[in-house]
């Protein structure tokens, strides 16, 4: 499900949790109510640098749609919705 919403090949993100595991950053356990299913949690430094990071990543967002009208980007959201709904449903 992690693989749709960021719109990457199953493969390609395990391989980028593997990365994150190995580093420390995040953690998979098993959901304990879907043997089918395993979570993802970030560790105490993974936190740590998310903390670090999200007020820059949140900056280049306001930069981004600086001077977009609210309608424009709630249009703009509202295709890229649709496109991922899209992707899902085809399975890109």
Known sequence: ???VYAVV???TLS???DALVKSGLVLRQPD???SRA???FLTDAGREIYERLWPHMSNAYDSM???VADSEKNAFVGTLQKMLKNIRKHNF
């Open 9 to 11: 090949q199953q493969s």
């Open 38 to 40: 395993t979570r993802i």
């Open 65 to 67: 749609f600086r001077d």
């Open 15 to 17: 391989r980028g949790l």
């Open 1 to 3: 499900e992690l693989a």
């Open 32 to 34: 304990h109510d879907d």
